[in-house]
């Protein structure tokens, strides 16, 4: 048992387990199945959270636009549903029967070309991931290449978020505009909206998670990781060593672009439909907000910020729907303030130095306890580990 403890503390397993622990058992067995559906939501929320870890935390690089590539996932997942919803007996009643229904509110009579691939569960699952990364590669490849970074980096994230936005609603025959693609109902023939269904997909998107994360902590431990880091604390030096920074950059935005797309794509499974309202500059904001109340150093911490910082959206708006927004307002501004580098920041800088002086100090009792057993033998014989010291006599004497 202690070689097994030891094993995780080497590779620093320990936070994860106990994440596992809280996903796969403690929320199932203590929450009802309308709570765990939330949380089921939240959790597709914390590959955002991850992948921006990835990308601000660890490669120093800041977007505000991360909304535009879990919408892209959602909605890639989305066509794919809205096409089985959409079959000639179901919509027999439309003008034109066999296309989704706002096509047909639009007046478009035959499925556009680009929708008819989505017919096929395999293309949407690689369009899911593949789509967000292209469009992250164009991206990052056009502004690091010459070498646009910092804030200007991050405002045109947004822009690109605003842009995509109006795209979508404004195209709404073939999009579903500003109500989005909704009335999402089987998988497959396979119904998603039971309570049975809602549970599975729990445990998906909480294994994916889990993977992610491992993802992740291998690309932080090799030689990649290492340069991402370098690069964030010194990109000259890395650059005059003969490092192409700009493709770091691209490779490190492209890695959050695709894992906050299999988020969107899982949300979108979740709650059964997907607006352009998660795709545009304040959500986008609001994923930020994950990282930095976990920890945006750590992967694990933005996990927790991001359930975290949903539950608390959830709670005061159920309790306080006139003042939520001020009470959230409160929860960012003072967890900021009060620890910098977020909830990981706490648990790293306060609770695990003051548990490591608590061991340090029960082992010096222990060895100053046998040492007085070899002392007195007569007085703590060796056979009574759960003795005290004799009447009258401090550890220090002993």
């Known amino acids: 048992m202690n070689t097994l403890i030891a094993w995780f503390q080497r590779r620093q397993l320990g ?24 949380v089921g939501k939240y959790i597709t929320y914390a590959f955002v959270a991850i992948g921006l870890v990835m990308l601000w935390g660890h490669a120093g690089v800041l977007s505000l636009g991360q909304g535009v590539f879990f919408g892209l996932g959602g909605y890639m997942m989305a066509m794919f549903l809205k096409l089985e919803a959409s079959d000639p007996i179901s919509t027999k009643i439309q003008s ?7 096509m047909d509110w639009n007046q478009i009579t035959a499925l556009p070309w680009w929708w008819t691939p989505f017919k096929s569960l395999p293309f949407a699952l690689a369009a ?44 709404q025959g073939y999009t579903g505009g500003v109500n989005g693609i909704t009335d999402l109902k089987t998988l497959l023939g396979w119904d998603i909206r039971t309570d049975g269904a809602r549970l599975i997909l729990y445990y998906v998107s909480a294994t994916l998670l889990i993977g992610c994360v491992l993802l992740c902590r291998w690309i932080q431990s090799s030689k990649l990781g290492t340069l991402l880091l370098a690069m964030r604390d010194k990109e000259d030096r890395v650059r005059f060593s003969g490092y192409d920074v700009a493709m770091f950059k691209v490779f490190a935005f492209c890695l959050a672009a695709g894992i906050s797309a299999i988020g969107g794509a899982l949300f979108t499974l979740q709650v059964g439909f997907m607006s352009p309202s998660f795709v ?22 933005a996990i927790y910020g991001a359930l975290i910082v949903n539950f608390g959206k959830t709670y005061f708006s159920e309790s306080a ?6 009470l959230m307002a409160a929860l960012f501004i003072g967890v900021t303030m009060a620890f910098p580098d977020g909830l990981a920041g706490l648990w790293e800088q306060k609770i695990k ?30 056979s009574q580990p759960g003795a005290s010291l004799p009447h009258g006599m401090s550890s220090q004497q002993a």
């Open 15 to 38: 936070s994860l387990v106990l994440l596992a622990l809280v996903l796969f058992v403690v929320f199932p067995l203590g929450l009802d199945t309308f709570r765990l559906n939330l």
């Open 96 to 102: 034109t029967p066999g296309i989704p229904d706002f």
């Open 128 to 171: 899911v991931v593949i789509v967000p990364m292209l469009l992250a590669f164009l991206i990052s490849f056009a502004m690091f290449k010459r070498r646009v970074g910092g804030v200007y980096f991050a405002i045109i994230t947004q822009a690109v978020a605003l842009v995509l936005t109006v795209l979508i609603i404004g195209q």
């Open 280 to 301: 545009g500059i304040v959500p986008s904001i609001e994923m930020v907000i994950f990282a930095a109340v976990g920890g945006r150093m750590s992967l694990v911490g």
């Open 321 to 326: 729907p006139d003042l939520w927004l001020f």
């Open 353 to 382: 130095p003051w548990w490591a002086r608590r061991q340090a100090d029960r082992k010096l009792q222990a060895e100053r306890i046998k040492a007085a057993q070899a002392a007195y033998p007569e007085v703590l014989p060796p």
